[in-house]
Protein backbone atom coordinates (compact mmCIF):
# COMPACT_ATOMS: atom_id res chain seq x y z
CA UNK A 1 0.00 0.00 0.00
CA UNK A 2 1.23 3.24 -0.55
CA UNK A 3 3.02 4.82 2.69
CA UNK A 4 0.19 8.28 2.65
CA UNK A 5 -2.67 5.63 2.58
CA UNK A 6 -1.29 3.92 5.22
CA UNK A 7 -0.25 7.53 7.52
CA UNK A 8 -3.57 8.71 6.32
CA UNK A 9 -5.33 5.95 8.49
CA UNK A 10 -3.76 6.74 11.24
CA UNK A 11 -6.14 10.25 11.22
CA UNK A 12 -9.17 9.24 9.40
CA UNK A 13 -11.89 12.22 11.32
CA UNK A 14 -9.02 14.49 11.03
CA UNK A 15 -9.25 17.59 8.34
CA UNK A 16 -6.58 16.79 5.94
CA UNK A 17 -7.33 19.45 2.88
CA UNK A 18 -8.80 23.01 3.63
CA UNK A 19 -9.90 24.69 0.18
CA UNK A 20 -12.03 28.15 0.79
CA UNK A 21 -14.87 27.02 2.63
CA UNK A 22 -14.37 23.75 2.33
CA UNK A 23 -12.55 21.07 4.71
CA UNK A 24 -11.66 17.61 4.03
CA UNK A 25 -10.73 14.74 6.35
CA UNK A 26 -8.65 12.02 5.62
CA UNK A 27 -11.31 9.71 5.43
CA UNK A 28 -12.44 11.18 2.89
CA UNK A 29 -9.46 11.20 1.02
CA UNK A 30 -9.15 7.60 1.29
CA UNK A 31 -12.55 6.94 -0.10
CA UNK A 32 -12.58 9.24 -2.55
CA UNK A 33 -8.77 8.03 -3.96
CA UNK A 34 -10.24 4.62 -3.57
CA UNK A 35 -13.42 5.50 -5.92
CA UNK A 36 -10.98 7.59 -8.41
CA UNK A 37 -8.80 4.18 -8.63
CA UNK A 38 -11.34 1.89 -9.88
CA UNK A 39 -12.81 4.55 -12.09
CA UNK A 40 -9.73 4.44 -13.73
CA UNK A 41 -9.10 0.54 -13.57
CA UNK A 42 -12.75 0.05 -15.27
CA UNK A 43 -12.56 -3.66 -15.69
CA UNK A 44 -8.65 -4.05 -15.12
CA UNK A 45 -6.54 -5.03 -12.21
CA UNK A 46 -3.95 -3.12 -12.56
CA UNK A 47 -3.00 0.13 -14.54
CA UNK A 48 0.51 -1.80 -14.63
CA UNK A 49 2.79 2.06 -14.87
CA UNK A 50 0.21 3.59 -17.61
CA UNK A 51 0.69 7.24 -17.71
CA UNK A 52 -2.00 9.14 -16.40
CA UNK A 53 -1.98 13.12 -17.26
CA UNK A 54 -3.40 15.27 -14.65
CA UNK A 55 -4.68 19.19 -15.03
CA UNK A 56 -6.40 19.64 -12.21
CA UNK A 57 -6.80 22.82 -10.24
CA UNK A 58 -4.80 22.80 -6.39
CA UNK A 59 -7.19 21.55 -3.85
CA UNK A 60 -8.84 18.35 -2.47
CA UNK A 61 -9.32 17.23 -6.41
CA UNK A 62 -5.85 17.19 -6.79
CA UNK A 63 -4.52 14.71 -4.41
CA UNK A 64 -7.37 12.76 -4.71
CA UNK A 65 -6.53 12.38 -8.25
CA UNK A 66 -2.79 12.00 -7.29
CA UNK A 67 -3.27 9.48 -5.06
CA UNK A 68 -6.09 7.37 -6.83
CA UNK A 69 -3.51 6.97 -9.77
CA UNK A 70 -0.70 5.69 -7.51
CA UNK A 71 -3.62 3.41 -5.85
CA UNK A 72 -4.49 2.30 -9.27
CA UNK A 73 -0.51 1.50 -9.79
CA UNK A 74 -0.34 4.06 -12.91
CA UNK A 75 2.06 6.82 -13.61
CA UNK A 76 1.00 10.35 -12.17
CA UNK A 77 1.77 12.80 -14.65
CA UNK A 78 0.53 16.54 -13.06
CA UNK A 79 0.21 18.95 -15.76
CA UNK A 80 1.27 22.56 -15.29
CA UNK A 81 -1.79 25.09 -15.51
CA UNK A 82 -0.46 27.95 -17.13
CA UNK A 83 1.35 26.12 -19.95
CA UNK A 84 0.41 26.44 -23.54
CA UNK A 85 -1.11 23.61 -25.03
CA UNK A 86 2.31 23.04 -27.56
CA UNK A 87 4.24 22.29 -24.23
CA UNK A 88 1.10 20.35 -22.49
CA UNK A 89 1.23 18.34 -25.74
CA UNK A 90 5.12 17.64 -25.51
CA UNK A 91 4.44 16.21 -22.21
CA UNK A 92 1.34 13.73 -23.66
CA UNK A 93 3.49 12.53 -26.65
CA UNK A 94 6.44 11.92 -24.75
CA UNK A 95 4.96 10.75 -21.83
CA UNK A 96 2.24 8.76 -24.45
CA UNK A 97 -0.38 9.27 -21.55
CA UNK A 98 -3.62 7.09 -21.93
CA UNK A 99 -5.41 9.04 -20.06
CA UNK A 100 -6.00 12.68 -19.46
CA UNK A 101 -7.95 13.80 -16.29
CA UNK A 102 -8.85 17.95 -16.27
CA UNK A 103 -10.58 20.03 -13.95
CA UNK A 104 -13.98 21.62 -15.83
CA UNK A 105 -12.60 24.67 -17.35
CA UNK A 106 -9.71 22.76 -19.04
CA UNK A 107 -11.49 19.97 -20.87
CA UNK A 108 -12.09 22.02 -23.82
CA UNK A 109 -8.39 22.00 -24.08
CA UNK A 110 -7.93 18.51 -24.47
CA UNK A 111 -11.49 17.36 -25.93
CA UNK A 112 -10.07 17.54 -29.38
CA UNK A 113 -6.87 16.46 -29.32
CA UNK A 114 -8.07 13.34 -27.23
CA UNK A 115 -10.44 12.38 -29.60
CA UNK A 116 -8.18 12.17 -32.24
CA UNK A 117 -5.12 10.30 -30.61
CA UNK A 118 -7.92 8.00 -28.50
CA UNK A 119 -6.94 9.04 -24.97
CA UNK A 120 -9.43 8.99 -22.84
CA UNK A 121 -10.94 12.06 -21.22
CA UNK A 122 -12.06 12.58 -17.64
CA UNK A 123 -13.13 15.69 -15.83
CA UNK A 124 -12.09 15.93 -12.37
CA UNK A 125 -14.85 16.14 -10.29
CA UNK A 126 -17.21 13.90 -11.92
CA UNK A 127 -19.23 10.78 -10.63
CA UNK A 128 -16.86 8.29 -8.84
CA UNK A 129 -17.59 4.82 -8.35
CA UNK A 130 -18.34 3.04 -4.55
CA UNK A 131 -17.93 -0.57 -4.82
CA UNK A 132 -15.87 -1.88 -2.86
CA UNK A 133 -13.13 -3.93 -5.33
CA UNK A 134 -9.62 -5.08 -4.36
CA UNK A 135 -7.30 -2.37 -5.61
CA UNK A 136 -3.94 -3.67 -6.54
CA UNK A 137 -0.94 -4.09 -4.47
CA UNK A 138 1.71 -1.95 -5.33
CA UNK A 139 5.28 -2.80 -4.40
CA UNK A 140 7.33 0.45 -3.85
CA UNK A 141 9.76 -0.04 -6.73
CA UNK A 142 7.32 1.20 -9.40
CA UNK A 143 7.28 3.98 -11.03
CA UNK A 144 5.08 6.56 -9.56
CA UNK A 145 5.15 9.79 -10.89
CA UNK A 146 6.92 12.11 -13.99
CA UNK A 147 7.95 15.22 -13.50
CA UNK A 148 9.38 17.61 -16.37
CA UNK A 149 12.52 19.70 -15.93
CA UNK A 150 14.66 21.56 -18.44
CA UNK A 151 18.13 19.90 -18.73
CA UNK A 152 20.95 21.52 -21.07
CA UNK A 153 19.67 20.84 -23.91
CA UNK A 154 16.27 22.51 -25.61
CA UNK A 155 13.61 19.90 -24.96
CA UNK A 156 12.33 19.19 -21.43
CA UNK A 157 12.81 15.49 -20.23
CA UNK A 158 10.47 13.69 -17.63
CA UNK A 159 11.98 12.89 -14.38
CA UNK A 160 10.85 9.31 -13.03
CA UNK A 161 10.78 8.52 -9.32
CA UNK A 162 9.55 5.56 -7.87
CA UNK A 163 7.13 5.20 -4.82
CA UNK A 164 10.14 3.82 -2.97
CA UNK A 165 12.01 7.43 -3.87
CA UNK A 166 9.36 9.52 -3.07
CA UNK A 167 8.90 7.76 0.25
CA UNK A 168 12.53 8.36 1.35
CA UNK A 169 12.03 12.08 0.19
CA UNK A 170 9.17 12.38 1.96
CA UNK A 171 10.13 10.31 5.42
CA UNK A 172 13.57 12.89 5.15
CA UNK A 173 12.26 16.05 5.57
CA UNK A 174 9.47 14.85 7.95
CA UNK A 175 12.43 13.71 10.25
CA UNK A 176 14.78 16.81 9.40
CA UNK A 177 11.87 19.51 9.40
CA UNK A 178 10.27 17.59 12.67
CA UNK A 179 6.67 17.57 11.37
CA UNK A 180 4.09 16.32 13.32
CA UNK A 181 -0.02 16.04 12.96
CA UNK A 182 0.02 19.18 14.78
CA UNK A 183 0.95 21.38 12.00
CA UNK A 184 -1.04 23.13 9.59
CA UNK A 185 0.02 24.74 6.23
CA UNK A 186 -0.68 26.06 3.12
CA UNK A 187 0.47 25.31 -0.51
CA UNK A 188 1.77 28.75 -2.69
CA UNK A 189 3.58 26.68 -4.52
CA UNK A 190 2.87 25.53 -8.18
CA UNK A 191 1.43 21.23 -8.29
CA UNK A 192 3.89 20.08 -11.05
CA UNK A 193 7.03 20.67 -9.06
CA UNK A 194 8.83 19.09 -6.81
CA UNK A 195 8.94 21.62 -4.23
CA UNK A 196 4.92 22.02 -3.73
CA UNK A 197 4.27 18.18 -4.36
CA UNK A 198 6.73 16.74 -2.11
CA UNK A 199 7.11 19.45 0.47
CA UNK A 200 4.41 20.99 0.97
CA UNK A 201 1.40 18.64 0.30
CA UNK A 202 3.49 15.02 0.61
CA UNK A 203 4.85 15.67 3.91
CA UNK A 204 1.80 17.60 5.78
CA UNK A 205 -0.38 14.60 4.39
CA UNK A 206 1.93 11.74 5.45
CA UNK A 207 2.09 13.32 8.98
CA UNK A 208 -1.63 13.60 9.97
CA UNK A 209 -1.22 17.10 9.64
CA UNK A 210 -3.35 19.99 7.23
CA UNK A 211 -2.79 21.80 4.22
CA UNK A 212 -4.63 24.84 2.86
CA UNK A 213 -4.80 25.64 -0.97
CA UNK A 214 -5.75 28.93 -2.35
CA UNK A 215 -7.31 29.43 -5.35
CA UNK A 216 -4.93 32.35 -6.76
CA UNK A 217 -1.69 33.97 -5.08
CA UNK A 218 -2.01 37.26 -3.40
CA UNK A 219 -0.13 38.55 -0.89
CA UNK A 220 -2.90 40.49 1.12
CA UNK A 221 -4.91 37.45 1.56
CA UNK A 222 -1.71 35.63 2.02
CA UNK A 223 -1.19 38.15 5.24
CA UNK A 224 -5.09 37.64 6.36
CA UNK A 225 -4.14 33.74 6.61
CA UNK A 226 -1.02 34.23 8.97
CA UNK A 227 -3.17 36.86 10.81
CA UNK A 228 -5.68 34.07 11.41
CA UNK A 229 -3.12 31.62 13.27
CA UNK A 230 -4.23 28.72 11.43
CA UNK A 231 -1.28 27.58 10.19
CA UNK A 232 1.96 27.17 11.79
CA UNK A 233 4.28 26.39 8.31
CA UNK A 234 4.97 28.23 5.39
CA UNK A 235 7.25 27.06 2.16
CA UNK A 236 7.67 29.56 -0.57
CA UNK A 237 10.64 30.43 -3.30
CA UNK A 238 12.42 34.10 -3.00
CA UNK A 239 9.92 35.45 -5.71
CA UNK A 240 6.77 34.94 -3.06
CA UNK A 241 8.91 36.52 0.21
CA UNK A 242 9.97 39.35 -2.31
CA UNK A 243 6.24 40.25 -2.72
CA UNK A 244 5.29 39.70 0.14
CA UNK A 245 7.85 42.06 1.78
CA UNK A 246 6.80 44.19 -0.45
CA UNK A 247 3.36 44.23 0.48
CA UNK A 248 4.74 44.87 4.21
CA UNK A 249 5.92 47.85 3.44
CA UNK A 250 2.61 49.44 2.32
CA UNK A 251 1.14 48.50 5.89
CA UNK A 252 1.01 50.93 8.83
CA UNK A 253 3.50 50.88 11.52
CA UNK A 254 0.55 49.52 14.15
CA UNK A 255 -0.39 46.63 11.05
CA UNK A 256 3.06 45.25 10.78
CA UNK A 257 3.41 44.69 14.70
CA UNK A 258 0.38 42.89 14.73
CA UNK A 259 1.70 40.83 11.92
CA UNK A 260 5.07 40.21 13.51
CA UNK A 261 3.35 38.85 16.65
CA UNK A 262 1.39 36.63 14.62
CA UNK A 263 4.12 35.36 12.69
CA UNK A 264 6.37 34.74 16.00
CA UNK A 265 3.75 32.20 16.70
CA UNK A 266 5.08 29.84 13.58
CA UNK A 267 7.07 26.79 13.59
CA UNK A 268 8.74 26.91 10.37
CA UNK A 269 9.13 29.19 7.38
CA UNK A 270 11.05 27.56 4.78
CA UNK A 271 12.48 29.41 1.27
CA UNK A 272 13.91 27.48 -1.65
CA UNK A 273 13.55 26.51 -5.37
CA UNK A 274 16.31 29.28 -6.33
CA UNK A 275 19.07 31.19 -4.12
CA UNK A 276 17.43 32.78 -1.15
CA UNK A 277 19.36 36.65 -1.72
CA UNK A 278 20.61 37.04 1.57
CA UNK A 279 18.81 40.68 2.08
CA UNK A 280 15.59 39.08 1.77
CA UNK A 281 16.16 36.93 4.57
CA UNK A 282 17.21 39.63 6.79
CA UNK A 283 14.32 41.56 5.88
CA UNK A 284 12.44 38.63 6.29
CA UNK A 285 13.55 38.23 10.23
CA UNK A 286 12.80 42.01 11.06
CA UNK A 287 9.15 40.93 9.92
CA UNK A 288 8.51 37.57 11.29
CA UNK A 289 11.40 36.97 14.03
CA UNK A 290 12.57 33.76 11.83
CA UNK A 291 15.54 33.48 10.07
CA UNK A 292 14.15 31.55 6.53
CA UNK A 293 15.31 27.82 5.92
CA UNK A 294 16.90 27.60 2.91
CA UNK A 295 17.74 24.10 1.84
CA UNK A 296 18.82 22.54 -1.67
CA UNK A 297 17.21 20.53 -3.76
CA UNK A 298 15.97 19.58 -7.41
CA UNK A 299 13.51 17.56 -9.23
CA UNK A 300 15.64 14.26 -9.73
CA UNK A 301 16.80 14.17 -5.94
CA UNK A 302 14.18 15.60 -4.11
CA UNK A 303 15.91 17.94 -1.13
CA UNK A 304 19.68 16.65 -0.19
CA UNK A 305 21.00 19.75 1.79
CA UNK A 306 19.01 21.53 4.26
CA UNK A 307 20.26 24.01 7.18
CA UNK A 308 19.20 22.88 10.24
CA UNK A 309 15.52 23.36 12.10
CA UNK A 310 17.32 23.48 15.14
CA UNK A 311 21.01 25.08 14.87
CA UNK A 312 22.73 27.73 12.98
CA UNK A 313 21.06 28.74 9.97
CA UNK A 314 23.67 30.66 8.14
CA UNK A 315 22.74 33.12 5.55
CA UNK A 316 24.00 32.60 2.09
CA UNK A 317 24.32 28.67 2.89
CA UNK A 318 21.52 25.80 2.17
CA UNK A 319 22.75 24.11 5.09
CA UNK A 320 24.03 20.41 5.41
CA UNK A 321 23.78 17.09 4.05
CA UNK A 322 20.26 15.46 4.90
CA UNK A 323 20.28 12.23 6.43
CA UNK A 324 20.14 9.29 4.79
CA UNK A 325 21.62 11.39 2.02
CA UNK A 326 25.27 10.91 0.31
CA UNK A 327 26.88 14.44 -0.66
CA UNK A 328 30.61 15.09 -2.23
CA UNK A 329 31.81 18.07 -4.07
CA UNK A 330 34.51 16.31 -7.51
CA UNK A 331 36.80 18.51 -10.17
CA UNK A 332 36.28 18.55 -13.74
CA UNK A 333 37.17 15.11 -13.29
CA UNK A 334 35.15 13.58 -11.27
CA UNK A 335 37.72 13.32 -8.15
CA UNK A 336 37.06 14.59 -5.09
CA UNK A 337 37.52 18.42 -5.08
CA UNK A 338 40.07 19.90 -2.73
CA UNK A 339 39.48 21.45 0.98
CA UNK A 340 37.80 24.96 0.76
CA UNK A 341 37.73 24.69 -3.43
CA UNK A 342 34.59 24.45 -5.49
CA UNK A 343 33.35 21.71 -7.25
CA UNK A 344 30.41 20.09 -8.74
CA UNK A 345 27.66 18.95 -6.39
CA UNK A 346 27.27 14.88 -6.73
CA UNK A 347 24.28 13.04 -5.01
CA UNK A 348 23.56 9.56 -4.10
CA UNK A 349 20.86 8.21 -1.95
CA UNK A 350 17.62 6.63 -1.94
CA UNK A 351 15.95 9.92 -2.82
CA UNK A 352 17.87 10.03 -6.20
CA UNK A 353 15.35 9.52 -9.17
CA UNK A 354 15.08 6.20 -11.16
CA UNK A 355 15.74 7.78 -14.71
CA UNK A 356 14.47 10.18 -17.99
CA UNK A 357 11.80 8.95 -19.55
CA UNK A 358 12.59 7.04 -22.59
CA UNK A 359 16.04 8.80 -22.32
CA UNK A 360 18.73 5.93 -21.23
CA UNK A 361 21.74 7.91 -22.80
CA UNK A 362 20.46 10.68 -21.05
CA UNK A 363 20.48 8.74 -17.90
CA UNK A 364 23.40 7.01 -18.58
CA UNK A 365 25.31 10.41 -18.15
CA UNK A 366 23.73 12.10 -15.88
CA UNK A 367 25.38 8.99 -13.62
CA UNK A 368 28.91 8.39 -12.61
CA UNK A 369 30.01 4.88 -12.98
CA UNK A 370 29.51 4.46 -9.59
CA UNK A 371 26.42 5.92 -9.54
CA UNK A 372 26.71 9.57 -7.87
CA UNK A 373 24.19 11.71 -9.83
CA UNK A 374 25.89 14.63 -10.85
CA UNK A 375 23.83 17.76 -10.24
CA UNK A 376 25.49 19.94 -12.45
CA UNK A 377 25.41 22.70 -9.60
CA UNK A 378 28.91 24.31 -7.99
CA UNK A 379 29.41 24.55 -4.21
CA UNK A 380 32.01 25.50 -2.17
CA UNK A 381 31.90 23.55 1.57
CA UNK A 382 32.93 25.72 4.37
CA UNK A 383 33.27 24.78 8.09
CA UNK A 384 30.56 22.25 7.55
CA UNK A 385 28.00 24.30 5.60
CA UNK A 386 27.30 24.23 1.92
CA UNK A 387 27.56 27.33 -0.17
CA UNK A 388 26.13 27.16 -4.19
CA UNK A 389 28.27 28.74 -6.35
CA UNK A 390 25.78 28.81 -9.46
CA UNK A 391 25.71 26.28 -12.38
CA UNK A 392 28.10 24.65 -14.50
CA UNK A 393 26.18 25.81 -17.59
CA UNK A 394 25.46 29.27 -18.43
CA UNK A 395 21.99 27.65 -20.09
CA UNK A 396 20.14 26.95 -17.10
CA UNK A 397 18.56 30.19 -15.41
CA UNK A 398 16.76 29.86 -12.15
CA UNK A 399 14.31 32.08 -12.13
CA UNK A 400 11.32 32.42 -9.57
CA UNK A 401 11.73 28.90 -8.34
CA UNK A 402 11.99 27.35 -11.41
CA UNK A 403 15.01 26.20 -13.63
CA UNK A 404 14.26 27.54 -17.36
CA UNK A 405 16.63 26.01 -20.31
CA UNK A 406 17.59 29.19 -22.51
CA UNK A 407 18.56 27.06 -25.23
CA UNK A 408 14.46 26.49 -25.15
CA UNK A 409 13.80 29.71 -25.29
CA UNK A 410 16.16 30.62 -27.84
CA UNK A 411 14.31 27.71 -30.16
CA UNK A 412 11.33 29.07 -30.09
CA UNK A 413 12.73 33.33 -30.27
CA UNK A 414 14.14 31.72 -33.91
CA UNK A 415 11.26 30.80 -35.18
CA UNK A 416 9.68 34.28 -35.36
CA UNK A 417 9.93 35.55 -38.70
CA UNK A 418 11.58 38.68 -37.77
CA UNK A 419 14.29 37.37 -35.72
CA UNK A 420 17.75 36.25 -37.12
CA UNK A 421 19.46 34.98 -34.29
CA UNK A 422 19.02 35.53 -30.38
CA UNK A 423 20.76 34.62 -27.01
CA UNK A 424 19.19 34.12 -23.53
CA UNK A 425 21.14 34.57 -20.73
CA UNK A 426 19.83 35.19 -16.74
CA UNK A 427 21.31 38.63 -14.82
CA UNK A 428 21.14 38.59 -11.09
CA UNK A 429 17.52 40.04 -9.97
CA UNK A 430 16.45 40.32 -6.13
CA UNK A 431 12.80 39.58 -6.48
CA UNK A 432 13.58 36.86 -9.82
CA UNK A 433 16.87 35.57 -8.43
CA UNK A 434 17.36 35.96 -11.69
CA UNK A 435 15.90 37.76 -14.41
CA UNK A 436 15.19 35.81 -17.97
CA UNK A 437 17.20 38.27 -20.82
CA UNK A 438 17.46 38.33 -24.26
CA UNK A 439 19.22 39.76 -26.85
CA UNK A 440 18.39 39.51 -30.63
CA UNK A 441 19.35 40.32 -33.90
CA UNK A 442 16.51 41.40 -35.85
CA UNK A 443 15.87 40.80 -40.17
CA UNK A 444 12.84 43.79 -39.21
CA UNK A 445 12.08 46.24 -36.92
CA UNK A 446 9.95 44.49 -34.25
CA UNK A 447 7.71 45.28 -31.24
CA UNK A 448 9.09 43.87 -27.73
CA UNK A 449 5.12 44.11 -26.31
CA UNK A 450 4.16 42.30 -29.69
CA UNK A 451 7.29 39.62 -29.82
CA UNK A 452 5.71 39.02 -25.37
CA UNK A 453 2.57 38.45 -26.68
CA UNK A 454 3.44 36.07 -29.61
CA UNK A 455 6.08 34.55 -27.36
CA UNK A 456 3.40 33.45 -24.51
CA UNK A 457 1.06 31.79 -27.25
CA UNK A 458 4.20 29.26 -27.61
CA UNK A 459 5.46 28.62 -24.01
CA UNK A 460 4.69 29.61 -20.34
CA UNK A 461 4.88 32.76 -19.53
CA UNK A 462 7.46 32.69 -16.79
CA UNK A 463 10.12 31.35 -19.35
CA UNK A 464 9.47 34.34 -21.65
CA UNK A 465 12.18 37.37 -21.39
CA UNK A 466 11.42 40.08 -19.31
CA UNK A 467 14.10 42.34 -21.92
CA UNK A 468 15.10 42.46 -24.80
CA UNK A 469 18.13 44.08 -26.47
CA UNK A 470 18.84 44.51 -30.30
CA UNK A 471 22.51 43.90 -31.59
CA UNK A 472 23.90 43.98 -34.77
CA UNK A 473 26.13 40.80 -34.01
CA UNK A 474 26.07 38.31 -30.97
CA UNK A 475 29.50 38.68 -29.45
CA UNK A 476 31.34 35.18 -30.23
CA UNK A 477 34.81 33.55 -29.77
CA UNK A 478 36.88 32.41 -32.50
CA UNK A 479 35.06 28.87 -32.94
CA UNK A 480 31.56 31.15 -33.45
CA UNK A 481 30.27 30.20 -30.20
CA UNK A 482 28.14 32.50 -28.24
CA UNK A 483 29.58 33.86 -25.43
CA UNK A 484 27.14 34.35 -23.05
CA UNK A 485 28.57 36.21 -20.06
CA UNK A 486 29.84 39.30 -22.45
CA UNK A 487 26.16 38.57 -23.60
CA UNK A 488 24.73 39.39 -19.71
CA UNK A 489 27.28 42.29 -19.36
CA UNK A 490 25.37 43.64 -22.32
CA UNK A 491 22.53 43.80 -19.30
CA UNK A 492 24.54 45.18 -16.31
Not at 150 to 162: D, N, Q, R, Y
Not at 439 to 459: F, H, N, P, S, Y
Request: with cysteine; charged share 20%; proline share 4%.
Amino acid sequence: MFPCIEQAEKYAAKTAVICGDHSYTYQELIEGSASFALLLLAEQPDLREARVAFMVNPGFDYVKIQWGIWRAGGIAVPLCLTYPFPSLQYVLEDTGASVIVASAEYVSMFKEYAAAKGIQLLIADQQTETSQRTLPVIDNSRRAMILYTSGTTSLPKGVVTTHANIESQVTTLVKAWEWSSEDATICVLPLHHVHGIINVVCCALYTGASCEFIPEFSPAYIFDIFLSGRINGFMAVPTVYFKLISYWETLSDEQKTVCKNALLKFRLMVCGSAALPVSILEKWEIISGHILLERYGMTEIGMAISNPYKGERRPGYVGLALPGVSVKLVDELYKDAAIDQPGEILIKGPNVFLEYWNKPDATKQTFTLDGWFKTGDVAIHENGYYRIMGRNSVDIIKSGGYKISALEIEEVLRTHTSIADCAVVGIDNEEWGELIVAAIVVKETIDAKELDTWLRTKMASYKTPRKYLVLDELPRNAMGKVVKNDVKKLFI
